[in-house]
């Protein structure tokens, strides 16, 4: 097992990838978020544990230097799952402590996983699950959810992209489609009214909260998109919601972070949207002392 006794602190690996790391030339327009989640991890750490930031898809000897490996900004993994996931797994042979683990990753990269969770009994968005969607499957889920308005996300993705919504009066033209596994859900109106509830665990605990809204006409909350997000103190029964929701994931012990994205439905309940458990950005800036606790959490994980 990896071991961190040739090093004065443990080493701990924030894998990301060339879209985040700093001076790559591909870098998004949203990395800065990248900067903000390291540094406050790396204040929390305070010295008790080097934090290096490097692509995942680095050399696995070189991976493999470190005690722990913390899934920060690899944001293009949704391109890549299955190499992802063989990177993970070739990590934690060569006993590296991966967070989260693989199996949560596993089971977490497809938005499939949503039915277990509705089957658990968390409160959830209707959803049709076609294996490609085109102009005729976006035409048949407004008649089958009986509404108005639709979203289409890949079934593997993240931060929106490669995500559509239509209308019946301005439906997709005839030759769009997205040639992958796909979800359609109706549009919640809250999402422009209310915005976008994150609720951050750490080591399944409630971290802190907050509220995403999206930028005047659009739907989109993240920051690509010019959304902005304010720290919030849920409603006890919002909380609630939420720490039920982290108490319905299948793992025997509760993974190092997790973030719970919900959207209030008409009645008022909060329904999912997502239990992000691979890279969410945890809005550190909404969290005090999130920084710290993520370190305490990461160096109890290291031993």
């Known amino acids: 097992m990896v071991r961190n006794e040739r090093y004065s602190v443990p080493k701990i690996a924030f894998l990301a990838c060339p879209d985040t790391l700093p001076g790559s030339p591909t870098r998004r327009p949203d990395a800065f978020e990248h900067d903000l989640l390291f540094d406050a991890l790396n204040a929390g750490l305070a010295g008790r544990a080097e934090l290096v930031a490097l692509d995942w898809r680095a050399p696995l000897d070189e991976l493999t230097r470190f005690g722990l490996a913390y899934l920060g900004t690899p944001w293009d993994y949704t391109e890549a799952k299955d190499e992802f996931l063989e990177r993970l797994t070739a990590l934690e042979a060569a006993g590296v402590v991966v967070c989260n683990p693989v199996e949560v990753i596993r089971w977490n990269a497809d938005k499939l996983y949503l039915q277990e969770l509705e089957q658990r009994g968390a409160p959830s968005i209707p959803t049709l699950w076609p294996e490609s969607a085109g102009r005729a499957e976006v035409l048949a889920a407004f008649d089958h959810f009986g509404c108005d308005r639709v979203v289409v996300k890949r079934r593997v993705g993240a931060g929106a992209i490669g995500q559509d919504s239509f209308t019946r009066d301005a439906p997709p033209s005839a030759d769009w489609r997205i040639d992958q596994a796909a979800m359609i859900q109706p549009f919640l109106p809250a999402i422009q009214s209310e915005g976008e509830h994150s609720f951050i665990f750490v080591g399944g605990r409630f971290s802190h909260g907050l509220i995403k809204q999206a930028a005047a006409g659009d739907y989109r909350i993240q920051s690509l998109y010019g959304g902005i997000e304010v720290a919030l103190d849920p409603a006890p029964a919002d909380r609630a919601a939420a720490e039920a929701v982290m108490a319905m994931l299948p793992f025997e012990a509760p993974p190092l972070y997790a973030r719970i994205d919900m959207v209030r439905l008409d009645s008022g ?35």
């Open 269 to 303: 309940q909060l329904a999912v949207i997502e239990a992000e458990l691979i890279e969410p950005y945890l809005y550190p800036q909404q969290g005090p002392g999130f920084g710290v606790r993520m370190a305490e959490a990461m160096l109890a994980r290291l031993g």
